[in-house]
Nanobody, 125 residues
Framework: QVQLVESGGGLVQAGGSLRLSCEAS????????MGWFRQAPGKEREFVAV????????YYVDSVKGRFTISRDDAKNTVYLQMNSLKPEDTGLYYC??????????????????WGQGTQVTVSS
């Protein structure tokens, strides 16, 4: 069983930056595809970014391409989401998730087995 804890959220003005962290315990992350998802009030949770277990493949939802970067540091058992040029529409509760069944990479929410508690990101105009 892997436990995931997100941190780094907060309130920022449009155009600003935040760096989210997802620290794992209980298991190492080296064999897991790791993803970030977000959920705005009244909306479904959506895919944001994913990184393969090897770190060799990264995918992003179109709306964040060129602004967000997902990375992993397996030595620290941590996954990051660097968010630049933030927009009000980026506001939401951001979740880190792990796919633990052996998939190399996936962007499908239902494929992820373990989830963090979420960290709030609020972008003001």
């Amino acid at each position: 069983q892997v436990q995931l804890v997100e941190s780094g959220g907060g309130l920022v003005q449009a155009g600003g930056s935040l760096r989210l962290s997802c620290e794992a315990s209980g298991r190492t992350l080296s064999n897991y595809c790791m993803g970030w998802f977000r959920q705005a009030p009244g909306k479904e949770r959506e895919f944001v970014a994913v990184i393969s277990s090897s770190g060799g493949s990264r995918y992003y939802v179109d709306s964040v391409k060129g602004r967000f970067t997902i990375s992993r540091d397996d030595a620290k058992n941590t996954v990051y989401l660097q968010m630049n040029s933030l927009k009000p529409e980026d506001t939401g509760l951001y979740y880190c998730a792990a796919e633990t069944s052996g998939m190399v990479v996936t962007t499908v929410l239902g494929d992820f087995d373990s989830w963090g508690q979420g960290t709030q990101v609020t972008v003001s105009s």
